[in-house]
Antibody, heavy 121, light 106 residues
Framework: QVQLVESGGGVVQPGGSLRLSCAAS????????MHWVRQAPGKGLEWVAF????????YYGDSVKGRFTISRDNSKNTLYLQMTSLRPEDTAMYYC??????????????WGQGTLVTVSS | DIQMTQSPTSLSASVGDRITITCRAS??????LNWYQQKPGKAPKVLIY???NLESGVPSRFSGGGSGTDFTLTISSLQPEDFATYYC?????????FGPGTKVDL
């Protein structure tokens, strides 16, 4: 079955950096676009970033553009999110999500359990 | 960016009630509209995709409708396990925005 396991979260000071990982299994990772979504404590879902199956065409939410970089290593079935210049408002649970698409369908059909990032001095 | 709004923000209901949540997009998203359910401490789970298609394994009491800018999620007979927060999401543009959520409680 599909498994997405995030790791790399933790406590970091404002201005610091962190790299999140999402290990994928149970599906053909190399054929799937992947996304990162975050959720601040007690708040709603916020889409963060998207990367096509081949690693080309990256898209970012306005709040993270220029600070975060999404990438993937298809040989390791792993998705990454490099976060720099972190701010307290980046504090959130970060989820990776797999896409199912075709025709008029495009949705996140599997999610990881999340990894918590806390930005605080 | 396409902005998503939901109403109501929260609602109180009882087991067996029929409830409807509304989602509105700031511009047309055709039928690229999905609904997710999230319970406390858990990752979201897709219920409805492409506005009206029920995800495999999701109970038939859930249904979705609409196109363009206005969409609905209906639960025909609320069950105890349905008390959760519901989010709509547009997948029409490459900024896959979510609505602010609707919390359904007892």
């Amino acid at each position: 079955q599909v498994q997405l396991v995030e790791s790399g979260g933790g406590v970091v000071q404002p201005g610091g950096s962190l790299r999140l990982s999402c290990a994928a299994s149970g599906f053909t990772f190399t054929r799937n676009a992947m996304h990162w979504v975050r959720q601040a404590p007690g708040k709603g879902l916020e889409w963060v970033a998207f990367l096509r199956y081949d690693g080309n065409n990256q898209y970012y939410g306005d709040s993270v553009k220029g600070r975060f970089t999404i990438s993937r290593d298809n040989s390791k079935n792993t998705l990454y999110l490099q976060m720099t210049s972190l701010r307290p408002e980046d504090t959130a649970m970060y989820y990776c999500a797999k896409v199912r698409y075709g025709g008029d369908q495009y949705y996140f059909d599997n999610w990881g359990q999340g990894t918590l990032v806390t930005v605080s001095s | 960016d396409i902005q998503m709004t939901q109403s109501p923000t929260s609602l109180s209901a009882s087991v067996g009630d029929r409830i409807t949540i509304t989602c509105r997009a700031s511009q047309s998203v055709d039928t690229y509209l999905n609904w997710y359910q999230q319970k406390p401490g858990k990752a979201p789970k897709v219920l409805i995709y492409a506005a009206s298609n029920l995800e495999s394994g999701v109970p038939s009491r859930f249904s979705g409708g609409g196109s363009g800018t206005d969409f609905t999620l209906t639960i025909s007979s609320l069950q105890p396990e349905d008390f959760a927060t519901y989010y709509c999401q547009q997948s029409y543009s490459t900024h896959f925005t979510f609505g602010p959520g609707t919390k359904v409680d007892l």
